[in-house]
């Protein structure tokens, strides 16, 4: 099966789509080349000038957990410096690119469609600092793993701006890389070097390339699928099965019993079954305790709709634990995570959440790749 030609592929054949003389290239372990050659060595054997590399959320290797990274290092096998730009924006990230001493910033990262996942966010970062200095930005861009012609959820409120959401994005927002930073709309000499080949009806499977795991939870397609809306869990005192080896399909509480199965197959959602299961996190919310709660199977992924799903599941676990459910994280992190203090009003109200979700769009200003603004059948 042929291939989708990922912005890495056409760049390490095709150098001159950069410019630039001192490229600092922005990655983590999704950057590779469908035959897993990571980015940085393709563009060295290319003959690029990569003088520095910089690392987001989970690190330049990828080890760290969420809300960790590695810190500035040298990488081993290239002898580059790493800088690291987890945790900065402004004033703080324009002195470490600019004590880089590159003319071009290169972001290759594999996003997961979700407005949450915080790698557009360090793009957007990154994409403030080379405007306020003066460099040029080239994105390599890669699918969207949910695919291009759905958006889900509402608008991120500007008032909650995070680093989990800073531009007015849908919770799934059926883009790519490369059109978001267009959308973004940075005063910068933007180049997006496109994929060919890639079709916003595609699943990830059809794109012919290896999925490499975008962070340590995150270890499968499936996982990409369900995590715009079972990451909403983040927010609450339910394990979102971090510590687990099907983090975000794995949903549950030490609280939670077998009637949280029973009433979420009730509602007949669309494209997915769920099973009663228990399970133990190894470490994060709950660790060493056994929990109860579902296991998301989705069997019609063109049916699927992870957002509606995600407020279907909090509704039910407040309604039969009103007792129990409880908001989790600094700053009421589930206001940042949904975007606005709607939902948790919503919950709290005791009303339901799924009437805040709006029906599935086509993505507005997905035009890279043929988007058009229509309701998808």
Known sequence: MSHVRTGAERLATDPSLAGGARLGLITNPTGVLPDLTPTPDALLAAGLKLTALFGPEHGLRGTAQ????????VDGKTGLPVYDTHKLSGEALDRVVAASGVDTLVFDIADVGARFYTYVWTMYDLLASAARLGLRFVVLDRPNPLGGTVEEGPLLDPAFASFVGRFPLPLRHGRTAGELAGLFGFDVDLRVVEMEGW???MTFA?????????????????????Y???????????SEGRGTTRPFELIGAPYADGGFAGALAELGLP?????????TPTFHKHAGVPVCGVQLHVHDRAAFRPVLTGLSMLHVAR????????????????????GSDTLTSRLEAGGDPRELCPPPRHPEGGLLYGGQARTPA
């Open 228 to 238: 715009p809306g079972t990451g909403l869990f983040e927010g609450t005192n339910f």
């Open 199 to 201: 079709r916003r009806e």
């Open 66 to 73: 969420a809300a960790g990274s590695e810190g500035d290092t």
């Open 206 to 226: 059809e794109t012919g390339l290896p999925w490499v795991m975008p962070s340590v939870n995150m270890p499968t397609v499936d996982t990409a699928l369900v």
């Open 271 to 279: 494209g997915v079954r769920f099973r009663e299961t228990w399970f």
């Open 319 to 338: 309604t039969l634990y009103p007792d129990d459910l409880r908001w989790w994280g600094p700053d009421l992190f589930m206001d940042h995570l949904w």
